[in-house]
């Protein structure tokens, strides 16, 4: 704690001072929220102070309470008596976790059966936990808010798919607008009558009077929210053969979802639900919720689709983040975070970044991101083994639960902390992730990783600068001036790596002291 309070002395200049040590931040330090849907029941305890949360505890029971709920109007007797176990288990961690009261909602299984305030009460009188039954007007919102949690200020169109149920939100400039909702959940529709072809035309139908609704509009990006989607997602990896299994942020068109479509209707669901790793009771599903994915995406007409694996449990956070929070960039805050928390000098990340972007002087808003968020990170992995060290902060960055990144940004970042430390990737076992990005990008990570491997040898302290890089290319001539403080430290090793980056610039190393 003695580090992460001296960070207080810092200027943090552009970055912004941390809210992560905040009062309002702290209590956010462990959150616990309980979604019983109408296909599973799932506790997530987060550890929400750094803007983009880490999951520190997260299970799911697959329940099916809303299973038969079109033709009795109850809840499902056997998945009711599962929800409960689930939520008496749920409340005993919550007490061993000393995170109570857990916030706890019910979606479209619970509010539309007859016994739901029954259930309610049961749920009350055996656990203690207020479960609050919510209309699809607020799992609308809440579900939207989830998407603002990874995408802060985005616009758009929020989809999400439960097992009774489906939302719609629109998103502009950061909030949430017009919402409506409908039976379109996968459990609903496998019990409509009169076979296929009868599904398709209800689906058809509801999804024009959604569109109606929604005000007509089209062309905009889609946000996919709910296990359905990210199940379709995971398919199309597996059709795909693509490389990075990370399903949020994960893009298709229009065009690879009418492949994974056809896909999917020609496989054996068994062998296809083997292959994805995908449960017995999520993979049944799945083609019902293909056919509304289809019709979604033939009346909508988006102009690209992004699955978020942030939905209402993550908008249950979103709703108890202070302002000043929610308008952080998640990225950075949490790489801030993991600075404070793991690095060896915490606050040197700001001054890193400073030495390094004059070799970025066309880099946009978005590239800056990636810049500042690779040296905030360029330390936190240093306790692992060194002869693993650079693949462990390449997984770290490709697999972190990261918010604000696209796929390519998620290796642009974890090659560039590669290249900190080593310089052989080429024969890396990485290299079908390398494929992701162009040249000019692979080119850039190691511009950006071997100027962090040159900086991280020039420490003097947190808060001082050692020195500056001026780069001119026209002149062909990297010109590294140094402080007196940090002269001791331009040695042998620390020449040879600015000998290193000197060369990827194509450019003749100069050295000068000030006085």
């Known amino acids: 704690m003695t580090q992460m309070r001296d960070l207080d002395t810092i200027d943090w200049g552009p970055f912004g001072r941390p809210l992560f040590q905040d009062a309002a931040a702290l209590r956010l330090k462990r959150v616990g929220v309980i979604d019983v849907g109408s296909n599973s029941v799932r506790l997530v305890v987060f550890d929400g102070a750094a803007r983009s949360p880490a999951y ?46 857990l916030t706890a909602v019910a979606t479209a299984a619970v509010r539309e059966a007859s016994d739901g305030q029954d259930f309610r009460a049961e749920v009350r009188r055996e656990t203690g936990i207020d479960l609050w039954i919510i209309d699809g007007q607020e799992e609308a919102r809440l579900s939207a808010q989830g998407v603002l949690l990874g995408w802060p200020g985005s616009y758009g169109l929020v989809c999400d798919i439960g097992g009774s149920s489906l939302e719609l939100a629109d998103l502009a400039e950061g909030r949430v607008g017009r919402r409506v909702t409908s039976a379109l959940g996968p459990l609903k529709l496998r019990e409509i009558k009169g076979g296929r072809k009868a599904m398709k035309a209800y689906v058809r139908e509801t999804m024009e009077r959604l569109h109606a609704d929604m005000g007509h509009e089209t062309g905009k990006r889609l946000f996919l929210v709910g296990g359905s989607w990210r199940a379709i ?14 399903l949020h942020e994960y893009r298709m068109s229009s065009r690879q979802i009418s492949k994974t479509a056809e896909y999917i209707r020609q496989s054996d669901l068994q062998e296809l639900r083997s292959r994805c790793n995908i449960s017995d009771s999520r993979m049944s599903l799945v083609p019902y919720a293909t056919i509304v994915l289809k019709e979604l995406m033939r009346v909508f007409k ?25 308008e952080r960039d998640p990225l950075i805050e949490a790489c801030r975070f993991a600075e404070a928390k793991d690095a060896r000098l915490p606050g040197f990340g700001r001054v890193l970044y400073d030495f390094v972007k004059p ?67 080429a024969k890396s076992r990485f290299q079908p992730l390398f494929e992701m990005l162009n040249s000019d990008q692979i080119r850039e990570a190691e511009i950006l990783g071997k100027a962090m491997r040159l900086g991280a040898m020039l420490w003097v302290s947190a808060d001082e600068v050692p020195g500056d890089l001026k780069w ?44």
Not at 233 to 246: F, H, I, Q, S
Not at 408 to 417: I, N, S, T, W
């Open 56 to 101: 520190f505890y997260n299970e799911k029971i697959m329940c099916a309470l809303g299973a038969g709920l079109s033709e009795t109007g109850h809840l499902n007797l056997e998945g009711r008596k599962r929800a409960l176990a689930a939520i008496r288990r749920f409340a005993a961690l919550a007490e061993g976790m000393d995170i109570t009261p």
């Open 302 to 326: 988006p102009k690209d689709v992004t699955v978020s694996s942030y939905g209402i449990r993550e908008g249950m956070l979103y709703e108890q983040m202070p302002r000043a929070l929610r």
């Open 472 to 515: 001119s290319p026209k002149a062909q001539e990297l010109r590294l001036t140094l402080t007196e403080n940090a002269r001791p430290l331009f040695g042998e090793v620390a020449e040879a790596r600015f000998a290193a980056l000197a060369n990827v610039l194509e450019s003749k190393p100069v050295v000068r002291f000030r006085k």
């Open 359 to 425: 070799l970025f002087p066309r880099a946009n808003w978005q590239r800056k991101r990636i810049i500042k968020a690779a040296c905030l990170l360029h330390d936190v992995s240093w306790r692992a083994h060194p002869d693993y060290r650079a693949e462990v902060t390449f997984d770290n960055a490709t697999r972190a639960n990261l918010g604000g990144l696209k796929h390519y940004e998620r290796v642009l970042l974890g090659l560039a902390l590669m290249n900190r430390y080593t310089s052989k990737t």
């Open 233 to 246: 997602a995971r398919v199309d990896m597996e059709r795909r053969e693509y490389p990075l299994t990370v």
